[in-house]
């Protein structure tokens, strides 16, 4: 006997994003799928860094740092400010702190258990 889903499936079309709010989802997330970009997100966190900081404290070189930042920037992930002619950049706001720290927690959840 087949069951009669019609009431639950009406329930979560009604709750469900359109398809556009989806992919826009969708894509928010891949910006999160480059272990480069968590950690300038990470280093981020902590204090606004230029290109020049940033490719220090990560080993890569500043050409290899903008290419990630500009990614990052489109992304909206990351703002900057010019002084002179240095840019800083930042983490855009704290949901951006947020999904990166509930990532983390949920990665080391059982850790602190054991």
Do not use: W
């Amino acid at each position: 006997m087949a069951h009669d889903h019609t009431k639950v499936l009406h329930e979560v079309l009604d709750g469900m994003p359109t398809g556009e709010r989806l992919k826009e989802l969708s894509d928010l997330f891949k910006l999160f799928g480059d272990a480069t970009r968590i950690k300038i997100l990470y280093s981020l966190f902590e204090s606004e860094l230029c290109v020049c900081a940033i490719s220090e404290l990560l080993g890569m070189t500043q050409s290899a740092i903008s290419h990630q930042l500009k990614i990052l920037k489109d992304g909206n992930l990351i703002s900057n400010r010019r002084e002179g002619k240095t840019i800083y950049y930042f983490l855009a706001d704290d949901h951006v702190r947020t999904i990166i720290g509930q990532g983390y927690e949920h990665i080391t959840e059982g850790e602190q258990k054991k």
